[in-house]
């Protein structure tokens, strides 16, 4: 089976926040940028695949500016084998990225797509949804397991995949191809180790073009304004649980 | 041009999450239509067609639509999607899993997670975890949209009278197949749905300490949630998880237990009306952010306001 993962380069998600003063943008200048959180799990979710001997190989994609480059070495660090980097502007919208991966998915033939449930910067929560939607596979979303029986799977072979959802789990069974998206609790990924950093950057990547892979970008959604979430006024401090709730009954009125 | 929202259900009552979106359809525009995509749904159909301000339900009653997957029910939607200029779904995770695909077929975008309505062809949506705030304007034909809940009142479950429509499609879905599901049992109200609740955090130390809360939740018939912290130590089941990769969550009164704060808890909670924070850490973040904060320790404190109540 050939897997094929998705990442993308977003802001690290311990940097705080701050809006551009022109209320354009998030201000991107400066920052430190890092694999998105769910495509790591879904990057580590591909190599543990591969190492029972489920999957052959792994190829990641990521859609953007030359500096994903960073974060496509970065997973072939980890141990995905080959890259793909489809030259874009950042900040693409979502259902012209998906155009870009189901077509290189399509390419490469792969039998299982994995993806990060979510990026954590635009938080959309749709690009591998659209992808198999595009390529009319089924998917899985919001997995928390991935169970292959019976050694290496292959395309027309069902995969079982657990799925968090509101109210608790739901398991599918899905026939291969197919798009599964990844939640936190899949795998805790590992750190790329400093050997395995030197021999990813001997590691093949490919740089496409969109016109290569035949699709046309653009999206009719544009940004009015980006502006910080108003915030909250902070309160007081009580000095006693009684004084907690006479405040809650009398004040606040929440409580009868 | 008409309205369009998916049903959220489980095939025997309407969820309140679809509620909320009918409030954000009725501020888009009239001619609300309801979906109804189940098996053996008659009540959640009775219940949709009652709902002030849906003009229609539409049903699609079929053992292929039992459990709602979204490689078929996307289809469904797409194929009666001409008649309709905005096509909405709460965004829980059914309308996130089955919506993108519905976008992606009708070659539009979806703006995900819409908490305020300033026009017909303009959005607002939280991004970078509620750390920004984006106005987005599209001009796709059809304007595809997941809608948060806490982001608008619900309508009023009675007092309408939809007429209806029966739908003949039958579309099944061959190579994606239910296996089981296990939900949670519990007589609490739902998390996104309750008026008051009560968290713990990392500060409750163990799973068992989690029955503390529930005295006080009992006494003020509040839901129980907990902190990423406090799922990831698997104290709790995860969905109980109020945050921005759990559930987004603005009752009337949260109380945040043994709780330190976060950026990713507190975009699932500041949007409660009155925030209760209980932490012996006079320095935690939840302080910055509570109406009512109380530095004490928590086994201390929440027996004691379990009795005071």
Known sequence: MKILVSVKRVIDYNVKVRVKSDQTAVDLTNVKMSMNPFCEIAVEEAIRLKEKGVASEVVVV?????????????AMALGADRAIQVETEDGLDSLSVAKLIAKVAQDEAADLVIMGKQAIDSDNNQTGQMVAALLDYPQATFASEVVVENGEAQTSQEIKVTREIDGGL????????????????????????????MKAKRKPLDVKAPADLGVEVGSNVSIVSVTPPPQRAGGIKVGSVAELVDKLKNEAKVVS | MSILIIAEHDNKSLKSATLNTVTAATQIGADVHVLVAGFECQTVVEQASQVAGVTKVLVADNAVYEHQLAENVSKLIVEIASSYEHILAPATTTGKNTLPRVAALLNVAQLSDVIKVESADTFVRPIYAGNAIATVKTTDAVKVLTVRATGFDAAASTGGSAERQVLS??????????????????DRPELTAANVIISGGRGMGNGDNFKLLEGVADKLGAAIGASRAAVDAGYVPNDLQ??????????????????????????GMKDSKVIVAINKDEDAPIFQVADYGLVADLFDAVPELEKSL
């Open chain 2, 169 to 186: 499609q039958v579309i099944a879905s061959d190579r994606s197949r239910f296996v089981k599901e296990q939900l949670a049992e519990s």
């Open chain 1, 62 to 74: 990521s859609v953007g500016s030359k500096s994903c480059q960073e974060t496509l070495r970065t």
């Open chain 2, 242 to 267: 109020v945050g921005q990769t759990g559930k987004t969550v603005a009752p009337d009164l949260y109380i945040a237990v043994g709780i330190s704060g976060a950026i990713q808890h507190l975009a």
């Open chain 1, 170 to 197: 739901q398991t599918l069974a899905i026939t291969l191809p197919a798009v599964v998206t990844t939640d936190l609790r899949l795998n805790e990924p590992r750190f790329a180790s400093l050997p395995n950093i």
